[in-house]
């Protein structure tokens, strides 16, 4: 089959403008579309920031009221804060005074054991001292009394000879045993005369 | 037992000589007076064996033998608490001579006080070389120097006024 060429002008001309129909309708579909995704959109965007807008306005409030009433426990707790750092303060000062008197004590002990001490030590050296001198002079004495003694008995046994000689002179013998024991029982005779 | 006792008494009495010889005695009186309470079933005189002289423990012995010692502990303390007093109670003279007497000696001149005096007395002898001869005699409070050193003393005295 052969197609004549006006045919074919006119075919093309029919499927051009069903085309054009065609495309004119789509695009006009995706323009509204279009509009109308952009405004679904925008709508929803501008809802949307008023919801944020709005909640941030009460997030805002919240955030006031936070605010005030961690201000206002602040406070409260600077004040009991305050307070207590004053008692501790005090406490502190109570202490330091007591820690204080009480070293002041302390020092004051130790220095009377130091002195008590340096007594003892001064009287126990004292004592040693005295002792040494007690001990030193005790023999000294001693000595001079064992030479005192050891002189008198050479001067008593000088006294003894001269005596046992002039008695010799005076009996014309020397004196032995049986004549001492005579001249006793003789002086109790005498004795028995006298008083006895 | 009151002559017992004197007996034994004039016994011991004339045992003792010097004062030594008394404290000696008294002391074994008061062993046997500790021991009169200590019963062991042994006799006083074996209880006092080793720790007295043989012849305390000899003495006892006899008394013993002779029942003269009380039988009663408190009666035996007694009786030698007694005798301790009356020997204290004897009369001491004291003889101060030149020379170291030997117990014979001693004796004669304890013999010498009792014939002469009487009594029994305790001689407290002093060895005093200054003395040189003879004696210096204290009794009842009187003191009374025969000794040659006096004599001496005297001889020079008279001669050169003393040494």
Redesign the interface.
């Known amino acids: 089959m052969k197609i004549s060429k006006d045919f074919e002008e006119k075919l093309r001309e029919m499927v051009e403008k069903e085309m054009k129909g065609i495309l004119d309708e789509l695009k006009e579909r995706t323009k509204k579309f279009t509009e109308e995704t952009v405004g679904f959109y925008k709508n929803e965007t501008f809802s949307f920031s008023k919801k944020l807008e709005e909640g941030f306005l009460e997030l805002k409030e919240i955030n006031k009221e936070v605010q005030k009433k961690l201000l206002e426990e602040s406070e409260g707790k600077i004040k009991s804060l305050e307070e207590e750092i004053k008692k501790e303060v005090s406490k502190f000062i109570q202490a330091n005074s007591e820690i204080r008197k009480s070293l002041f004590e302390e020092s004051k002990k130790q220095a009377e054991s130091v002195i008590k001490n340096l007594d003892e030590e001064l009287k126990e050296n004292l004592e040693k001292v005295n002792q040494i001198i007690y001990k030193t002079l005790a023999q000294a004495e001693r000595e001079i009394e064992e030479y005192k003694k050891e002189k008198l008995k050479e001067v ?1 046994e000088r ?2 000879k001269i ?2 000689e ?2 010799k002179n ?1 009996l014309g013998k020397t ?1 032995d ?1 049986s ?3 005579k ?6 005779e ?3 005369k ?3 | 037992m009151e002559i017992a006792k004197e007996k034994i008494l004039q016994d011991l009495k004339e045992k003792i000589i010097t004062s030594e010889d008394l404290s000696f005695l008294i002391e074994e009186i008061n062993l046997a007076k500790s021991f009169s309470f200590k019963d062991s079933g042994l006799s006083l005189s074996e209880k006092l064996k080793e720790r007295v002289s043989e012849n305390f423990r000899v003495f006892v012995w006899s008394l013993e033998k002779e029942k003269l010692l009380p039988e009663t502990p408190k009666e035996r303390f007694s009786f030698f608490d007694e005798i301790e007093e009356e020997l204290r109670n004897l009369p001491k003279v004291k003889i101060e001579i030149s020379f170291e007497p030997s117990r014979n000696f001693l004796l004669q001149v304890k013999n010498w006080f009792r014939e002469n005096l009487k009594k029994e007395v305790i001689l407290e002898v002093i060895k005093n070389p200054k003395v040189v001869g003879g004696a210096i005699v204290e009794y009842q409070g009187k003191y009374l120097d025969f000794s040659l050193a006096k004599e001496i003393d005297r001889f020079f005295a008279k001669k050169h006024g003393g040494i």
């Open positions: 008593d006294i003894y005596l046992n002039v008695a005076i004196i045993l004549t001492h024991e001249l006793v029982i003789e002086s109790l005498k004795a028995k006298e008083v006895i």
